[in-house]
């Protein structure tokens, strides 16, 4: 299917829809699940219109999983968090509801409750303080 450039996260890398940025290079952007399964949940997309990682360059999956691995690691430090589990969803079929390929960054605690897709939007106010705990942790 052709890429809709349209989605949400297209409409986000051209500044047409607000987010909450704590990454950000030439090929890539990581910025706040707006519905977070859990405090802390991160979004890593790459800059090329790809809808899932099949339509990725090389490149393009080179630079999503360093910034992935990278902004991974700052998540768990400024969580505090003993792990973090990465989830890609890859086709509707799959539960993918953005159609711009994306990495899901999770921190995850013994006992900490998670559903994978939030339900409820949380409000920028809740979510900064997050996103600037994890850009001091970069
Ligand atoms: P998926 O189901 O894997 O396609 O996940 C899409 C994710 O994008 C969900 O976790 C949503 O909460 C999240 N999301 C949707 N719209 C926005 C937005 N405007 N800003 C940040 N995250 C969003």
């Given at each position: 299917m052709a890429y809709d450039t349209n989605n949400i996260f297209a409409r986000i890398l051209r500044g047409e829809l607000p987010k909450i940025a704590v990454y950000e290079d030439d090929l890539t952007l990581a910025f706040m699940d707006?519905?977070?399964?859990?405090?802390?949940?991160t979004l890593v997309i790459p800059?090329?219109?790809?809808?899932?990682i099949l339509d990725l360059s090389p490149e393009g999956a080179a630079a999503t999983i360093r910034t992935t691995q990278k902004v991974a690691a700052a998540v768990k430090k400024a969580l505090g968090v003993p792990g973090i589990m990465l989830a890609q969803l890859n086709g509707t079929a799959a539960?993918?509801?953005?159609p711009h390929l994306h990495f899901h960054i999770l921190p995850r605690a013994h006992g900490?409750?998670?559903?994978?897709?939030?339900?409820k939007m949380v409000d920028a106010k809740v979510l900064m303080p997050v996103a600037e705990k994890i850009r001091a942790a970069l």
């Open positions: 707006i519905m977070p399964a859990v405090e802390g949940h800059k090329e219109a790809a809808e899932t539960g993918q509801s953005v900490l409750e998670m559903n994978f897709h939030g339900r």
